[in-house]
């Protein structure tokens, strides 16, 4: 993770959330007191958010890895699906 301090974040903050949101890679704005602070993009977060949710609800993770092992022949199209 790329690590940049507060001092020169604060200088290119346009370049910087620009190339978070391009690059999908998160960085590490520093500060001389050791309280550092992290800059994701806002679909990055909101991806975070939704796996957090979707891991809190018993079953749900092991559902979705069975469903994503299981063989597209056994599985329905698109047409056969009552939406």
């Excluded at 520093?30 to 609800?57: F, P």
């Amino acid at each position: 993770m790329t690590a940049i301090s507060v001092t020169k974040a604060r200088e290119n903050i346009y370049q910087i959330l620009s190339d978070v949101n391009t690059n999908s890679q998160p960085i590490t704005i520093t500060n001389n007191r050791g309280k550092n602070g992290v800059l994701i993009s806002e679909d990055d977060w909101n991806a975070i958010q939704e796996t957090l949710y979707l891991n809190s609800i018993p079953g749900v993770a092991e559902s979705i890895v069975a469903g994503g092992n299981t063989p597209l022949e056994d599985c329905l199209s698109e047409d056969e699906v009552e939406w």
